[in-house]
C-alpha cells in the first residue's frame, strides 16, 4: 500500500541524500492528516452554518461548563481575543440567537454572555458531526492500533510542549599528552 507521503519520499530522498526519509515520512503524514481534519472541519462547519470563529465561542462556552456563562473579559482572554474583537464577534452570534448577553442584578455594568439552547444545539450538531468523521476516519485502524497510535502521538506532543532538549555537552578527547 503506497500513499502520497511514500511519493514525496521517493522524491526527496534522490535530491537530499542526507534526508531521514522515516523522519520524513512521519512529517509529511502528520502535515497531511492535518491538512484533511482542517478541511473537513472547515466543509462540516459550512455544512452546519456556522463560521470557525462562532463555533470557537460556542466551544468556549460550553468547555465551561453549566450554565455555560462567562464575562467578556474571560472569554476575551480564553479565546485570545481583544475585548473589541470579541464584541464585534458576540453581536452576529446574538443576532442568529446563539448567545445571549445579560447584566448582572447587582451590577448593571457587568455583562455576562450565555450560551442559548439554540447555541446549545448548534454546539452539539457540529460537535456530533465531527465525531462521526474521526470516528470514519480512524475505523481503518483497530482498537488496540488507535490506543497505540495515541500513545506515540502523546510522546511527541509532550516534547513539543516540553522544548527543546538542551544540546549534549561536546565531549573533549583526551589526547593522553
Known sequence: MEDSADRHVEEWVKELDWMDPVKEAIF???????????????????????????????LTLR????????????????????????????GPLEEAGLICRTHEEGDRRRV????????DAAFE????????????????LTA????????LLRRLVVAAESGPEPPEPKRSRSTGS
Open 112 to 119: 455576562r454572555v450565555r450560551l442559548t439552547e439554540a447555541g
Open 28 to 58: 509529511v503524514r502528520l502535515a497531511i492528516l492535518s491538512r484533511h481534519a482542517s478541511k473537513a472541519r472547515r466543509e462540516m462547519l459550512d455544512s452546519d452554518g456556522l463560521r470557525h470563529w462562532q463555533y470557537k465561542v460556542l
Open 63 to 90: 468547555r465551561l461548563g453549566p450554565p455555560y456563562t462567562a464575562s467578556p473579559s474571560q472569554l476575551a482572554d480564553r479565546l485570545g481575543l481583544t475585548r473589541g474583537a470579541l464584541s464585534a464577534r458576540l
Open 125 to 140: 450538531q457540529h460537535a456530533a458531526s465531527e465525531e462521526a468523521g474521526e470516528v470514519a476516519l480512524l475505523s481503518v
Open 144 to 151: 488496540e492500533e488507535q490506543r497505540t497510535l495515541a500513545d
